[in-house]
């Protein structure tokens, strides 16, 4: 009797074991899912009239450091859409459907260049390391631009949830650019990051899988932090924000936004009644959400403008 208490306790123990990992998976795939995050096996669809597609260039050695690349018909001198795509900084691809389709079409018969990239995800690299690839990516991009009929000097960084939490640090502190040889941009449109206070969001009740991205360090969550690393010289930026989410973007949006200006700079708030993946996916739909975003892109470059 005592033996088979003893392996009933065991059995028990190393159910729990076991599940502890499998439960926390099926949480953070759960919240993923939520914010529609989760990976997504679509690709780009058809291309517009006489575009066409570079896929997988390499910018570093690892798998992951790879960019796709969506050039219109007769591009010259072109602007450049330079794409990142979401995930919980640990899932999501450059070619999801609702990353890169429905932007496809509306800016590739403007003549605009898309470029959408992956880079490594947790737990391989975390957001510091993963914005330090999407700098060697846009490095890699503004080196080729010529060679794909585009203008070096005419990128503007896109990016969506983690994405945008991604570039929105990297728009911040655009000294720590010149480091991997990225010359400037001309600004940047952030879709709905719910995470541009990391110091705020760790500190309140948040999802589990930020505790995976940033951890516990606040030194971390400073280095990891668009408001905290926020300093004069970032380049222009609309921030969109979903206004129907439950975590409530917008505030944290408007209270970057809010800092930005005492600092003289340019940050523009566009809230959209839209779920998180729908701000995503319905960027280039006709309509007046992408005519917002049009209209901030024609004003960093006349280039922008054309129909």
Known sequence: MWR?????????????????????RLRERREAQAWGEEADASAASNLPLGAHALKDLAYGSNRAQRIDVYIPAGAQHAPVI?????????????????????????????????????YPMLPAANPLQQSEDVLRALAFAQRKAPEWGADPASF??????????????????????????????????SLDS?????????????????????????????????????????????????????DHPCAQTHAFAAQARQM?????????????????GELGKPGAYT?????????????????
């Not at 159910?15 to 502890?20: I, L, R």
């Not at 003289?264 to 995503?280: F, M, S, T």
């Not at 005519?291 to 129909?307: E, G, H, N």
């Open 4 to 24: 088979l208490l003893c392996l009933c306790v065991a059995l028990c123990a190393c159910v729990e074991a076991s599940a502890g990992p499998l439960l926390d």
């Open 82 to 118: 330079f794409m990142v795509h979401g995930g919980a900084w640990r899932v999501g691809d450059k070619a999801m459907a609702r990353v890169v389709d429905n932007k496809l079409q509306h800016w590739l018969p403007r003549g605009v260049v898309l470029v959408s990239i992956n």
């Open 156 to 189: 503007v960084l896109m990016g969506h949830s983690a994405g945008a939490h991604l570039i929105a640090l990297i728009n911040s502190a655009p000294q720590k650019a010149a480091g991997f040889g990225v010359r400037p941009w001309l600004g940047a449109v």
């Open 194 to 246: 719910a995470a541009m206070d990391i110091v705020a969001t760790m500190q309140a009740k948040h999802y589990g899988f930020y505790d995976k991205a940033f951890g516990a360090d606040p030194a971390f969550w400073q280095l990891t932090s668009p408001l905290q690393q926020l300093n004069v010289g970032a380049p222009p930026l609309l921030a969109v924000c979903s206004s129907v989410r439950p």
């Open 264 to 280: 003289g700079l340019r940050v523009e708030v566009l809230e959209q009644a839209l779920k998180h993946a729908e701000i995503n």
């Open 291 to 307: 005519a917002s975003v049009d209209a901030f892109l024609a004003s960093l470059a006349p280039a922008f403008a054309r129909q």
